[in-house]
Protein backbone atom coordinates (compact mmCIF):
# COMPACT_ATOMS: atom_id res chain seq x y z
CA UNK A 1 0.00 0.00 0.00
CA UNK A 2 1.50 3.46 -1.27
CA UNK A 3 1.66 5.49 1.86
CA UNK A 4 2.84 9.18 2.22
CA UNK A 5 2.94 10.72 5.88
CA UNK A 6 3.74 14.79 6.25
CA UNK A 7 4.73 16.64 9.40
CA UNK A 8 6.33 19.26 10.74
CA UNK A 9 3.65 21.90 10.03
CA UNK A 10 2.16 24.69 12.80
CA UNK A 11 1.96 27.91 14.01
CA UNK A 12 4.67 30.13 12.89
CA UNK A 13 4.80 34.12 13.02
CA UNK A 14 5.34 35.96 9.40
CA UNK A 15 8.97 36.08 8.73
CA UNK A 16 9.44 32.57 10.50
CA UNK A 17 10.66 29.02 9.43
CA UNK A 18 9.46 25.67 9.38
CA UNK A 19 10.81 22.42 8.10
CA UNK A 20 8.31 20.15 6.48
CA UNK A 21 9.00 16.24 6.38
CA UNK A 22 6.76 13.61 4.29
CA UNK A 23 7.85 10.00 4.76
CA UNK A 24 6.79 7.28 2.19
CA UNK A 25 6.48 3.81 1.90
CA UNK A 26 4.88 1.33 -0.25
CA UNK A 27 6.90 1.73 -3.24
CA UNK A 28 10.00 2.47 -4.52
CA UNK A 29 11.02 6.20 -3.85
CA UNK A 30 13.90 6.95 -5.93
CA UNK A 31 12.04 6.09 -9.06
CA UNK A 32 9.32 8.80 -8.28
CA UNK A 33 9.59 12.64 -8.96
CA UNK A 34 8.21 14.14 -6.15
CA UNK A 35 5.99 17.24 -5.62
CA UNK A 36 4.74 19.47 -3.41
CA UNK A 37 1.36 20.93 -3.21
CA UNK A 38 -0.81 23.55 -0.84
CA UNK A 39 -4.53 23.99 -0.33
CA UNK A 40 -5.44 27.81 1.13
CA UNK A 41 -8.41 27.83 2.87
CA UNK A 42 -10.89 28.65 -0.20
CA UNK A 43 -8.71 28.02 -3.04
CA UNK A 44 -7.48 25.19 -5.22
CA UNK A 45 -4.63 22.81 -5.13
CA UNK A 46 -1.43 24.95 -5.88
CA UNK A 47 1.41 23.48 -6.96
CA UNK A 48 4.84 24.83 -4.56
CA UNK A 49 7.57 22.54 -5.83
CA UNK A 50 8.90 19.80 -7.89
CA UNK A 51 12.48 17.59 -7.09
CA UNK A 52 13.67 14.99 -9.59
CA UNK A 53 14.21 11.52 -8.27
CA UNK A 54 18.22 12.26 -7.88
CA UNK A 55 17.52 15.55 -6.27
CA UNK A 56 19.99 17.09 -9.05
CA UNK A 57 16.63 19.42 -10.50
CA UNK A 58 14.17 21.42 -8.71
CA UNK A 59 11.70 23.43 -8.94
CA UNK A 60 9.55 26.23 -7.61
CA UNK A 61 5.99 28.70 -7.59
CA UNK A 62 7.02 31.93 -8.37
CA UNK A 63 5.30 32.85 -5.07
CA UNK A 64 8.18 30.75 -3.23
CA UNK A 65 10.78 30.81 -5.04
CA UNK A 66 13.76 31.94 -2.70
CA UNK A 67 12.03 31.25 0.19
CA UNK A 68 11.73 27.51 -0.03
CA UNK A 69 14.00 24.83 -0.64
CA UNK A 70 12.70 21.04 -1.33
CA UNK A 71 15.10 18.29 -0.68
CA UNK A 72 15.03 14.48 -0.47
CA UNK A 73 16.88 11.50 0.76
CA UNK A 74 16.52 8.65 -0.73
CA UNK A 75 18.20 6.22 1.68
CA UNK A 76 15.55 7.30 3.92
CA UNK A 77 12.32 7.34 1.74
CA UNK A 78 11.30 10.98 3.00
CA UNK A 79 10.78 14.34 0.98
CA UNK A 80 11.20 17.37 2.81
CA UNK A 81 10.76 20.94 2.26
CA UNK A 82 12.49 23.62 3.99
CA UNK A 83 10.16 27.07 4.29
CA UNK A 84 11.79 30.33 5.23
CA UNK A 85 10.81 34.16 5.52
CA UNK A 86 7.30 32.76 6.08
CA UNK A 87 4.07 34.85 5.09
CA UNK A 88 0.59 35.42 6.27
CA UNK A 89 0.22 33.87 2.51
CA UNK A 90 1.69 31.13 2.79
CA UNK A 91 -1.19 29.59 5.13
CA UNK A 92 -2.35 26.51 3.81
CA UNK A 93 -2.76 22.57 4.68
CA UNK A 94 0.70 20.97 2.66
CA UNK A 95 0.83 17.52 0.82
CA UNK A 96 3.55 16.06 0.08
CA UNK A 97 2.69 13.62 -3.81
CA UNK A 98 4.30 10.97 -5.73
CA UNK A 99 4.61 12.42 -9.53
CA UNK A 100 7.10 15.24 -10.85
CA UNK A 101 7.30 17.01 -14.17
CA UNK A 102 4.71 15.31 -16.15
CA UNK A 103 1.39 14.86 -15.31
CA UNK A 104 -1.61 16.54 -13.66
CA UNK A 105 -0.29 16.78 -10.36
CA UNK A 106 -3.95 17.42 -8.88
CA UNK A 107 -4.46 13.81 -9.24
CA UNK A 108 -1.13 12.85 -7.94
CA UNK A 109 -1.09 10.37 -4.83
CA UNK A 110 -0.80 12.39 -1.98
CA UNK A 111 -0.98 11.96 1.82
CA UNK A 112 -3.35 13.33 4.62
CA UNK A 113 -1.50 16.77 4.75
CA UNK A 114 -0.25 19.13 7.20
CA UNK A 115 -1.14 22.34 8.01
CA UNK A 116 1.08 25.37 8.22
CA UNK A 117 -0.50 28.67 9.76
CA UNK A 118 1.36 31.88 9.38
CA UNK A 119 0.10 34.15 11.77
CA UNK A 120 1.17 37.20 14.27
Known amino acids: EVQLVESGGGLVQPGGSLRLSCVTS????????MTWVRQAPGKGLERVSI????????NYADSVKGRFTISRDNTKNTLFLQMDSLKTEDTAVYYC?????????????RGQGTQVTVSS
Open 51 to 58: ISRDGATT
Open 97 to 109: ARGGFYGDYRTFT
Open 26 to 33: GFTFSWYD
